[in-house]
């Protein structure tokens, strides 16, 4: 098999998970090089996945930092064309659906580089999230389309895109379930915090759609003082920088507020809690893994298959409704959706033979 170059890019929490699947696999067969945007650049929401999940050291760092949107994908994209022209890599890696995943597809699409897509095809058919845009931009600029649900290749077939696309299963779900054991092994979370196993809730939140608009922000707060106790809420930088510029981080006394967790001790709190409350798309997908049942702070969500298997309600900010569906007996069965662990070597094997062909 021929071994070509490879630039995977990289820049936000989810990515690095995504990664960790990937990287080691795709190295078996190519050479890989990392680049890391810098989108993400706290030790909490950066390095500690490197050190954790085993991913190799970023070959190039892009330093992009924070930014709007449009300033933040211009800035990555700008920085990623000398990159490229120098690495000149036989395909570009891009993950999900952040702004470091669309500067990445553009650069490369631009400078004639073939473009793999991990986790294509997924759509809320919300247009007003920038991850549906980066999504559906992604995808478009994309030869090779790597879907991770039978959903995802029915969203491209109808769109008509004009790259590959292949079901290989979410390669977040191989990380979740081969880092299990190791969380429970070193992690201590649950302890720590006092907590007892299936006897609390766990909170994430930061989309923009829910944290950025004082309105719904206050919503999201009255949704939690009415949660029952215990709850814990790793935040977000966004989330407490919004919180505290609103001057509503008081009202959450009766919430056990911790900054980002590193993934094994998320892992083991999730996988312990009673019900998990979220608006982001990986825990979605962790939750139904673990067969905790999932309420989705949103109206629209990408991952379909956990709300039709019974296990994720989609609640956006309704008080009552997150109520009630915290208090539902999840269904007695849980299909497998995901690719069962294996969708980074199936990650690897289209690259192989998609790079094969060039
Ligand atoms: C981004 C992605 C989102 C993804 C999330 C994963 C886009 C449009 N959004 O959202 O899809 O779900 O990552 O967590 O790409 N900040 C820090 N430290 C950091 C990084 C950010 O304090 O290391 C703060 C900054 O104030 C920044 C804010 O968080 O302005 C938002 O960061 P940004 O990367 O723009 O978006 P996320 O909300 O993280
Ligand atoms: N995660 C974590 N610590 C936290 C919250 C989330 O390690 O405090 C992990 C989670 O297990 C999942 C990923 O981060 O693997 C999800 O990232 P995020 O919610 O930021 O992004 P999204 O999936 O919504 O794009």
Redesign the pocket.
């Known amino acids: 098999m021929n071994s070509v170059r490879i630039v995977t890019i990289v820049g936000n929490?989810?990515q690095f998970?995504k990664a960790a699947a990937v990287s080691r696999l795709l190295r078996e067969a190519h050479e890989e090089l990392l680049v890391h945007t810098g989108q993400h650049y706290d030790d909490e929401l950066s390095r500690v996945f490197f050190d954790e999940l085993g991913i190799p050291a970023p070959d190039r760092e892009l330093g992009a930092d924070s930014g709007s949107n449009t300033e933040q994908t211009a800035r990555i994209l700008a920085a990623l064309e000398p990159v490229l022209a120098e690495l000149r890599p036989g395909l570009v890696l891009v993950y999900?659906d952040t702004n470091s995943t669309l500067a990445g597809a553009l650069a490369a699409a631009q400078a004639g580089i073939p473009v793999g897509h991990v986790e294509a095809g997924m759509r809320s058919f919300d247009r007003t999230m920038p991850e549906e845009l980066n999504r559906v931009l992604t995808d478009h600029a994309s030869d090779l389309l790597l879907c991770s649900t039978q959903t995802a290749m029915d969203n491209l077939a109808r769109e008509g895109v004009s790259g590959e696309a292949r079901l290989v299963g979410d390669v977040?779900a191989d990380v979740s379930l081969a880092f299990r054991e190791i969380a429970t092994e070193r992690s201590t979370i649950v302890a720590r915090l006092g907590l007892d196993p299936r006897e609390y809730l766990v909170v994430?939140a930061?989309r923009a759609g829910n944290v950025d608009h004082p309105d719904r922000l206050e919503r999201l707060v009255c949704l939690l003082e009415a949660l029952p106790p215990p709850i814990v809420f790793?935040v977000?930088p966004r989330t407490r920088a919004r919180l505290e510029a609103a001057r509503l981080l008081d009202r959450l006394d009766a919430v056990t507020l911790v900054g980002?967790?590193?993934?094994l001790d998320?892992?083991e709190l999730?996988r312990h809690a009673r019900a998990i409350l979220t608006d982001?798309?990986?825990?979605q997908k962790?939750a139904y893994l673990l067969g905790v049942p999932c309420v989705t702070l949103r109206d629209t969500t990408e991952w379909v298959e956990t709300v039709d298997a019974g296990w994720n309600v989609l609640v956006d900010l309704d008080r009552d409704a997150a109520l009630a569906a915290v208090r539902r007996t999840p269904p007695a069965q849980r299909p497998e959706l995901y690719g069962g662990g294996h969708a980074a070597e199936r990650v690897r094997d289209a690259v192989s033979a998609y790079t094969a062909r060039l």
């Open positions: 929490r989810p998970v999900g977040m994430t930061h790793p977000h980002p967790l590193g993934y998320f892992l999730a982001s798309g990986g825990v962790e």
